[in-house]
């Protein structure tokens, strides 16, 4: 699978810090990790969560190490390192100003964007990949905040590649996060929105209104969408790309098991899969896994993975100039053409 040119459309960089970098920082922050199991229990996730509350300090955790400058640029870099060796050529990071900026006063919003552009630009030349970053909104936190949020992101539309609102949707519907979305639209930058993701009663039709409302152009998840015929009508015919995290899927109970994962049922009725890692730092995996686990578990060929990934590449939010410099394959060429 690793010689598949892959695409990550949707990873949160804060929560894909590598492993040796998470052991190496966590002592400098309080963390004892030299009990067995220490490291598994602050940092990974890798069983169900059966109980969010039970895991949600997991989170909070991985947050604790995003404290300096220095640090964010490294995980940065690193992060597109990892995602290389992956075999990945176009990476879109996303990552919440807010929750980066939680209990660290000495970071800005914009002393850490700078950063994570820093490290990513240098990895970007070292690794000749293309890498762009979206950021996000959280549902959790009230609109009026997150119009400031998004007043920032506006301020550096040169080097955000599109903007996102991600947090658990159930409780939080799309439409009252309308007016930070229409700053957005008008500033050029490209919308996806988490919808559709929980296996929860009404879920699908936050990706109607994430797409009506909040002018998204892909969903984030979207996996939903097959329990309403109307919904999955509608992502097939706007032909609207799913960001599909088969791994995070079953870690938060969106899917039962991976032989219950709707993701041959999007394809077959016309959907516009893409195949993403999510959280790898947390969810202890990454997309050259996922590409493992559909072929393994699900028999998924090379040429419907490579199809999946040539999609992707097609509908990323980076430059076509910039992604075509960097893609084995050309752009124009539908996903069935290549081989
Ligand atoms: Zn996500």
């Excluded at 996730?45 to 039970?54: F, H, R, S, Y």
């Excluded at 409302?213 to 998840?221: F, M, N, T, V, Y």
């Excluded at 493992?292 to 100039?321: M, N, P, W, Y």
């Excluded at 394959?329 to 290549?338: F, R």
Aim: overall charge negative; glycine content about 6%.
């Amino acid at each position: 699978m690793k010689h598949i040119p892959k695409v990550e459309l949707h990873r949160h960089l804060e929560l894909s810090i590598r492993d040796s970098t998470m052991k190496e920082l966590a002592p400098k922050f309080g963390f004892d990790l030299s009990k067995e199991g220490a490291f598994d229990h602050h940092f990974k996730i890798k069983e169900p969560m059966n109980d969010l509350g039970a895991v949600l300090h997991k989170f909070l955790d991985t947050q604790k190490l995003l404290a300096t400058e220095e640090i964010l640029e490294r995980i940065s870099y690193e992060a597109c390192e990892d995602a290389h060796n992956e075999g990945i050529k176009i990476l879109e990071l996303r990552y919440a100003p807010t929750f980066v900026a939680l209990d660290h006063p000495e970071l800005s919003f914009q002393s850490i964007h700078d950063a994570f552009v820093r490290g990513a630009e240098k990895a970007e030349k070292e690794f000749n990949m293309a890498v762009g970053f979206i950021g996000i909104l959280q549902r959790i936190l009230p609109v009026e905040d997150n119009l400031k949020v998004m007043d920032f992101m506006v301020e550096n539309k040169n080097s955000f590649i599109g903007v996102d609102l991600a947090d658990n949707e159930v409780g939080f519907d799309p439409g009252p996060f309308a007016p930070c979305f229409e700053k957005a639209k008008a500033a050029g930058l490209k919308v996806t929105i988490h919808a559709g993701e929980a296996l929860q009663e009404g879920s699908e039709k936050n990706i109607l209104d994430s797409v009506s409302k909040l002018h998204a152009e892909r969903i984030g998840h979207g996996i939903q969408c097959y329990r309403d015929p109307e919904v999955l009508k509608f992502v097939v015919d706007n032909k609207i790309p799913l960001e599909v995290c088969p791994t995070s899927n079953l870690l938060t109970n969106a899917a039962a098991s991976i032989e219950e994962h709707p993701i041959q049922k999007l394809l077959d009725a016309g959907v516009w899969v893409t195949l993403n890692a999510d959280d790898p730092g947390i969810f202890d995996q990454n997309l050259l896994e996922e590409y493992e686990l559909l072929h393994d578990k699900l028999g998924f060929s090379e040429k419907t993975l490579l199809e999946c990934s040539h999609r992707a590449a097609q509908v990323s939010f980076i430059s076509e100039e910039k992604k075509q410099k960097v893609w084995p394959y050309d752009l124009k060429k539908q996903a069935s053409e290549i081989h």
